[in-house]
């Protein structure tokens, strides 16, 4: 069961009135009747629906729906039905965390499942902290929500790519390209936010670990969520870099693919989006620029296997839109969240808490068909990460090159103990 809106006054009249006929039958022994066993789960959903990146609450919700639609048809936890209750937060941080606390305190949810980018994603953590429920984030990918100790409480989860992970890839990726084309002349381009700034750096970081003759001659930090990017591509252009790196996404990246396109930023140099490869942006530019690098985002064959196309194909079928990387994203955390519940027996905090803890589950999305919930940190490893040269054309990345988990869990350790987080 899916709502989007709040009950109303004489809902809320009628679902007492109901309770309290269904106790009085149960009082005089009528069989067959349980008030718990019919109480729905309630699970709250803050997420971005309006707005320039309204495709990420879509693309997330319509996959937590999907989830929730299989949990419930399976006869949910001992009769109980999932109720996902979706909020718009408009992209607005300080209405996130209105939104996600009336979720519990107002409409009853047990659980939250946080469909914010990072912007409102740590908002809904803290309002998750305090509360005392089980949280997890499918959209944020700013490294430190589960990276810093000081972040972490035990019912604070993350099932989404984070920037650590792809920075590690990409910039083992980009540096190959590098030498092979003797790219030495660099200037990024990114979103002025957490998200922004952090997976910069650590692309940045990773470029030069891997390739010592890279220089970054400059960076551009455009707004989030900013229509005109004619400033950022003009300092882009005078700088004459050789390569660019950009972490700009969703409705932002197009808008600014587009208009760099009308500029010719594109023509002789190469350009690397971690964000590019996913359906919603390569289906929407007017023009796919040539030299265009990007790590996976969502792609069908990417991992290529039959559980990946099968699940593609499903969700085409079902929402009648291709999916995102926020789709993959809530798919396997809501696959996460009702495999706790069941291995749990219970939807009591810490008992979800304890069975999402080092859980381990099969999915399509993960890079050997599984991914786990790592117990250390609370966040999702795995998962299929990789980068390589678009196309025009489905497949957009015919040969992707995957990314080594031993490789990422080492140099992720060592960045952690140089921040003094491990």
């Not at 999932?82 to 949810?109: F, H, M, W």
């Not at 030498?179 to 660099?186: A, I, M, P, Y």
């Not at 229509?227 to 390569?243: K, N, V």
Request: proline letters at 4%.
């Amino acid at each position: 069961m899916i709502k989007h809106t709040a009950p109303t006054s004489s809902g809320r009249r009628k679902l007492i009135q109901g309770a309290g006929a269904l106790a009085g039958m149960a009082t005089l022994g009528m069989p067959g009747i349980s008030l718990a066993q019919n109480k729905p789960i309630r699970i709250g959903m803050p997420t971005i629906l309006s707005g320039r990146v309204a495709m990420l609450g879509i693309a997330a919700s319509n996959a937590a729906k999907m989830e929730v639609e299989k949990f419930n048809a399976a006869g949910g936890l001992n009769g109980r039905r999932i109720e996902l209750i979706v909020r718009d937060s408009k992209g607005q941080p300080q209405e996130a965390s209105r939104v996600a606390r009336e979720l519990v305190t107002a409409d009853g949810c047990e659980m939250i499942f946080d469909g914010e980018a990072s912007s409102g994603g740590f908002a809904v953590h803290e309002v998750a902290r305090d509360l005392g429920v089980v949280v997890i984030h499918t959209c944020s990918e700013t490294s430190s929500l589960t990276a810093d100790p000081k972040l972490r409480f035990p019912t604070a989860f993350r099932c989404a790519r984070q920037g650590i992970h792809d920075a590690v890839v990409g910039g083992a990726y980009a540096a190959q390209v590098a030498k092979e084309k003797g790219l030495k002349r660099w200037m990024t381009v990114s979103p002025d936010y957490a998200y922004g700034r952090d997976t910069t750096a650590e692309f940045i970081e990773y470029l030069k670990h891997f390739n010592k003759d890279i220089e970054v001659i400059g960076e551009v930090w455009p707004k989030l969520f900013q229509p005109d990017y004619s400033e950022s591509i003009t300092r882009l252009l005078q700088g004459r870099p050789q390569a660019i790196y950009s972490c700009v996404w969703g409705g932002d990246l197009t808008s600014f693919i587009d208009q760099a396109n009308i500029y010719a930023l594109f023509k002789d140099r190469q350009f690397f989006a971690v964000n590019m490869a996913d359906y919603a942006v390569l289906t929407a530019v007017k023009g796919v620029p040539e030299n265009l690098h990007s790590g996976n985002r969502y792609i069908k064959n990417f991992p290529n296997t039959t559980a990946n196309t099968n699940w593609s194909n499903e969700y085409l079928a079902k929402n009648k839109e291709l999916p995102l990387n926020w789709s993959w994203q809530n798919a396997a955390g809501m696959q996460f969240l009702t495999t706790a519940i069941k291995k749990a027996n219970s939807t009591e905090t810490k008992k979800v808490a304890d069975a999402l803890r080092g859980l381990t589950i099969d999915s399509p999305f993960g890079a050997n068909g599984k991914l786990t919930m790592r117990a250390e940190d609370q966040t999702v490893v795995d998962y299929a990460v990789g980068w390589g040269v678009l196309d025009t054309k489905e497949p957009y990345m015919d040969r992707p090159v995957p990314g080594s988990w031993k490789q990422i869990t080492e140099l992720e350790l060592e960045w952690k103990k140089r921040k003094g987080w491990a």
